[in-house]
C-alpha cells in the first residue's frame, strides 16, 4: 500500500522558516517524481515545487521561488520542502504527492498544515 | 501552460450526465488529467494522459481533450460524485492546476 505521512507544519510567525517532510513507503521511491501541493483554506490546489527521481532537477512556482527548496534523501525515502521567509499568503495545508515520471499525481498524501501568524 | 479556467460550479440531476470544461491555450497539445476531492478528504486521481482511467476509478468517469480544451464527463453521475474537481496540464518545467469545479448532484 502507498503511504505517503507529511509531517512539520506549524503556526510560524511572517518573515519565520520551517521545513515539511514527507515519509514515503509501499513503492519504489528514487524510482518517481515527487510534488509539493498546497491549498489554502477555502481555496483549490496550487502546485509548488517538483523534484526529479534523482535530486538533480528541481522546479517551482513563481510565488516561492527563490523561499523554498525541494530536497529528497532516497536512502530515507523522504522529502522535503525547506521554507523561509513565510508570509500570511504561505498560509496553506501542504501535500505531498508521487508522479511516475509523467506528470500526473497518482497519489497523495494527507497533508499538513502551515499557518503564518504573529 | 500557463493557465487553466473552469467553470465555478456545475449541476447535474442524479443519472444524469455532467461535464466539467478546462480550458487553456493550446491544452490539446499537452497531456490533461483530473483530480476528484471530497470535503476533508485529499485529492484523488480519477484521469490521466486525457482520458485513461487509474485501476479503481468507475468507469462513468471518462475524459477529452482537444483544442482549448479538456472535458471530464461523468456519466449516470451518482450521489457520491459531487464533489470539487481540478483539472491539471504539464509541461516540461512547470504543473499548473485549473481553479477547480464544484459539481452539486441534485
Known amino acids: 500500500e502507498v503511504l505517503l505521512v507529511e509531517s512539520g507544519g506549524t503556526v510560524v510567525q511572517p518573515g519565520g522558516s520551517l521545513r515539511l517532510s514527507c515519509a514515503a513507503s509501499g513503492f519504489t521511491f528514487h524510482d518517481h517524481t515527487m510534488h509539493w501541493v498546497r491549498q489554502a483554506p477555502g481555496k483549490g490546489l496550487e502546485w509548488v515545487s517538483r523534484?526529479?527521481?534523482?535530486?538533480?532537477?528541481?522546479y517551482y512556482a513563481d510565488s516561492v521561488k527563490g523561499r523554498f527548496t525541494i530536497s529528497r534523501d532516497n536512502s530515507k525515502n523522504s522529502l522535503y520542502l525547506q521554507m523561509k521567509s513565510v508570509t500570511a499568503e504561505d498560509t496553506a495545508l501542504y501535500y505531498c504527492?508521487?508522479?511516475?515520471?509523467?506528470?500526473?499525481?497518482?497519489?497523495w498524501g494527507q497533508g499538513t498544515l502551515v499557518t503564518v501568524s504573529p | 501552460s500557463s493557465e487553466l479556467t473552469q467553470p465555478p460550479s456545475v449541476s447535474v440531476s442524479p443519472g444524469q450526465t455532467a461535464s466539467i470544461t478546462c480550458s487553456g491555450d493550446k491544452l490539446g497539445d499537452e497531456y490533461v488529467c483530473w483530480y476528484q476531492q471530497k470535503p476533508g478528504q485529499s485529492p484523488v486521481l480519477v484521469i490521466y494522459?486525457?482520458?485513461k482511467r487509474p485501476s479503481g476509478i468507475p468507469e462513468r468517469f471518462s475524459g477529452s481533450n482537444s483544442g482549448n480544451t479538456a472535458t471530464l464527463t461523468i456519466s449516470g453521475t451518482q450521489a457520491m460524485d459531487e464533489a470539487d474537481y481540478y483539472c491539471?496540464?504539464?509541461?516540461?518545467?512547470?504543473?499548473?492546476f485549473g481553479g477547480g469545479t464544484k459539481l452539486t448532484v441534485l
Open positions: 491539471q496540464a504539464w509541461d516540461s518545467r512547470t504543473e499548473v
Open positions: 504527492a508521487k508522479d511516475p515520471r509523467l506528470g500526473y499525481l497518482d497519489y
Open positions: 523534484i526529479s527521481w534523482d535530486g538533480s532537477a528541481t
Open positions: 494522459q486525457d482520458s
